[in-house]
């Protein structure tokens, strides 16, 4: 499995197509979500992703403070299958770049609540109340680096 790390700018038209199928293929379709899936914010992302001769397994972004939240950011987190242990490995990656790209001491996402188990194994607390976000269940979620 490759690991890639690359800012907007950096991603060839193959890349960010496939990143952006693979997006729209578990958001839109699979959870029949219509959303605003191309929000702007790609453009301001470094893009994280685990690959294999297949294609891109799973996905992240890392945003910088100010983008999307005072905090370091993480968002559109996505694996093309399940079960295999795809999600734990991008987390960890994303969790580095953050703190290596951004030096975040705190890293902020926004959970869809069916998920907040998974990010609270990856030092994710809950900090609000459950709000809908294109009518899917959500949660505000914090990671303090440990001391």
């Not at 001769?53 to 299958?81: C, N, P, Q």
Request: proline share 1%; aromatic share 10%.
């Amino acid at each position: 499995m490759q690991e890639h790390i690359k800012h907007f700018d950096e991603l060839t038209p193959d890349e960010l197509y496939d990143i952006i199928k693979l997006r729209i293929d578990v958001f839109v379709v699979e959870q029949e979500c219509a959303y605003m899936e191309l929000d702007g914010l790609d453009k301001k992302a470094v893009h994280v992703w685990l690959s294999d001769d297949d294609g891109i397994k799973a996905y992240l972004r890392v945003m910088d403070r100010g983008v999307e939240h005072e905090f370091v950011s993480i968002g559109r987190v996505v694996t093309a299958a399940r079960g295999e242990g795809l999600g734990r490995r991008i987390m960890d990656l994303g969790i580095r770049v953050a703190e290596e790209l951004f030096g975040a001491d705190n890293i902020y996402l926004e959970a869809q609540t069916y998920a907040q188990g998974f990010y609270a194994k990856h030092g994710f607390s809950q900090v609000s109340d459950v709000f809908m976000l294109d009518g899917i269940p959500h949660v505000k979620m914090v990671r303090q680096k440990a001391e």
